[in-house]
């Protein structure tokens, strides 16, 4: 079989290190993603069309474009105008946490429209008020039910994270990039980073599906 | 458990099959399938001047030259803009394309994998930067941020020069990213080849860029026609592109995509 396995060694290091940037700018974007979308999640509850309209137009934008073109206008838009240059490490976070708020804000919103409106009525009648129905009736509810769709988003960002390689991000993609062009090979880099890749998400699942029991 | 880890197994199996599917495919090549007396080249065609797309047209210099040489050796041929990774895959494989013109440099390491034709083009890379920038050669970039398209010999220099796992170095998708970051000033210079470089300064004259040939540092490089290992296409072909070299055909070509002479005697001798 003509597969070299001494380029993917020779590259090894490397990529190791492209792995190491993959997983902290996912967890980095997970963490900010789910934070700014659970302020969306929640805005786009509010009672208000004028003041849910905002956050509408941010998840349908966010969503409705291609990540690929998030990640340029990022790059050389929105960075240099507060930066005064490009900075790749600021467009990855920036890039896929906005990305990532997006879907998570659905999953907020989705989760907690899916316990029974009753409950927090029964709770409001206990005496409770709005806040403490929902801290302490409806969203330990509902972020078990939320646990799955989130483990869900936080597999596609690891994988989306390959498109940073656009903007030459030192990940995973730009590594196995680099390798193909000093050898004009394929397999080599592809099969190699979609082994990492692998490795990646499903190690990631076994550890939510262990989450998924816990909570 | 057991279910899990079953599952777990299929998994790694399905990968597998598909790895080996994918590497298998490589040994196919040129089997008899070249027999017809049309050559299909495969090409990238996003590097203007020397292959691009105008809008469903493909045009640039090597498209003229190949029309020129086959021409001179009387063969049926079409080129197909494929994309690179395409181009690099199918003619390893020599079956759907049976070559590949897209201003692939000849280099040591991509001739363990492919054969090529004799050279057919002279280049060497340039440094662009801003204009009042302090870079003045290739030594100068060691420290900077440089900007390159990966997978190319710019690449592969400047991987010598500051290192290949050096973070400053910075390899984008296409020189057109790579050129971008240098206008919004992420990256203090781009490094690719001399036709592209001119070709984005006479085009983007008020970006006030400034271009830099180092020809201590950057030696000559020679593009060739990819063909897969063993190809009987190189032996047809060869003998045609001496030949409008040296009659002039390729000197007329060359003239009306870059306003000069080339140096064809190099070019000869650099085989």
Known sequence: MDFRFDIIAHYIPVLLRGTAFTIGVSIVSIIFGSILGLGIGFGKMAPKAYFRWPFHCYINFFRGTPLYVQILIVHFGVVPAFYGSTNVLMTSFIALSLNSAAYSAEIFRAGIQSIDPGQREAAVSLGMTRFQAMRFIILPQAVKRMVPAFGNEFIVLVKDSSLLALIAAPEIMYWSNTMKGQYLRIWEPYLTAALIYFILTYSLSKLLNFIERKV | MGMKKKWAVSALAAFLVLAMAGCGSGNKADSGSAGGDTIKFASDASYAPMEYMDTDKIKGFDIDFIKAVMEE??????????????????????????????????????????????????????????????????????????AVQAATTADELMSGIMGVDNGNLRRFDSNAVALMELNKGGADAVVADIAIVNEYIKNNPDEKLTGIIDKENFGSEYYGILYPKGSEWKAKLDPAIKKIIENGKYTEIYKTWFGEEPDTQTLLNAE
């Open chain 2, 73 to 146: 050796a009387g063969i049926d041929y079409t080129v197909t803009n494929t994309g690179w990774d395409t181009m690099l895959s199918s003619v390893k494989q020599g079956t759907e394309y049976q070559a590949g013109l897209s201003s692939v440099s000849i280099t040591d390491e991509r001739k363990e994998t492919y054969d090529y034709s004799i050279p057919y083009f002279e280049s060497t890379n340039m440094i662009m930067v801003k204009e009042g920038s302090d870079i003045k050669s290739a030594l100068d970039l060691k420290d900077k941020k440089v």
